[in-house]
């Protein structure tokens, strides 16, 4: 099935799949292979842990009792947001955040390598579609080599090629764009090994927070947005209300449609589907601090 439907990926999208060879080009030095061993080992268990992190989001025991605050909060503020942090970004900021990484990679010299995996979340739970896409997973930089020989089915692609699919997806299905970045505490975030994944509700980041977030459990951050709709221009086709992956867009009496701020993560999801241009984003009052420097999302071309 997988390898079918990179057939029709790679066909649909026209995907530039870099050669084999060119694997061989990257991490040449002691240090990038030494660096390859615990990422060798962390990508190998991953299917493994986020089988788990998704039993253990199902079981409602774990959210009871004395200890229904250190177990969220162990999982998702002392593993997900220290060591390998995830935040939300529109489809805007993600093409700008790809299009200053590949900028300042070649202004380096340097090669981004780029790699398209089948989607984790999915694999852990052998919940393949019919309809979204399956390979929706991007590392950046040296884990996408590593993730290679991890898993048969990943491909190398152009950065080209990944901007090109983050809009194309933006366009088709109500995908979140959620990046990950490792030990998000460094300032220069050109040199971490980020990844981008396209979330839904197959994936465990957003089935923690729906199922969860009441319990602290939050595994990634929300976006700097929003969603306001405007009265005037909404005609109430509620087409953001079945769009909206976090159910923050509620009906009220009058079908009207109202966004919950408390729920809303300003993804921007709404806005991309909205017919009526009834949905725009605006500043969130008090946002969160990001592990990509903010100056590099004021550069949008898309």
């Known amino acids: 099935m997988t390898i079918m439907l990179i057939a ?4 649909s999208t026209s995907h530039i799949i870099k050669k084999g060879d060119d694997k061989g080009k990257h991490g040449n030095s002691f240090l990038s292979k030494l660096y390859r061993i615990p990422m060798l080992i962390f990508e190998s268990i991953m299917t493994s842990f986020m089988r788990m992190l998704m039993w253990f989001v199902d079981k409602d025991w774990w959210f009871k009792g004395p200890f229904r605050r250190i177990f969220p909060w162990f999982l998702g503020t002392g593993v997900i947001k220290i060591l390998y942090a995830g935040e939300v970004y529109t489809t805007e900021e993600t093409v700008a955040i790809l299009e200053n990484m ?6 380096k ?11 984790v979340c999915r694999a852990a739970t052998n919940n393949w579609s019919d309809e979204m896409p399956n390979m929706t997973c991007m590392h950046f930089g040296r884990n996408a080599i590593g993730f290679d020989k991890v898993d048969k089915y990943t491909i190398l692609i152009s950065p080209e090629t990944a901007i090109q699919l983050v809009k194309e997806y933006a366009f088709k299905w109500p995908f979140v764009h959620t990046l990950f970045g490792f030990c998000p505490s460094s300032p220069e975030y050109f040199n971490k090994e980020i990844a981008l994944c396209f979330c839904h509700h197959h994936c465990a980041t957003i089935r923690c927070e729906i ?21 005037d221009l909404c005609d109430n086709c509620a087409i953001c209300y079945d769009k ?28 991309r589907f909205c017919p009526n241009d009834a949905i725009k984003l ?10 990509i420097r903010k100056e590099v999302l004021k550069l949008k071309s898309y």
């Open 102 to 107: 590949l900028k300042k990679t070649e202004e």
């Open 211 to 231: 199922k969860r977030g009441k319990n602290g459990l939050h595994p990634i951050k929300k976006a700097d947005h929003l969603a306001v709709i405007s009265n």
């Open 8 to 11: 029709i990926l790679s066909s």
């Open 244 to 271: 909206c992956p976090f159910f923050a867009i509620i009906k009220l009496k009058d079908n009207k449609l109202e966004v919950n701020h408390d729920i809303c993560f300003g993804c921007g999801v709404c806005t």
């Open 282 to 291: 605006i500043d969130r009052p008090e946002s969160e601090s990001h592990f």
């Open 109 to 119: 010299g340097k090669e981004l390598h780029v790699s398209l995996t089948p989607c």
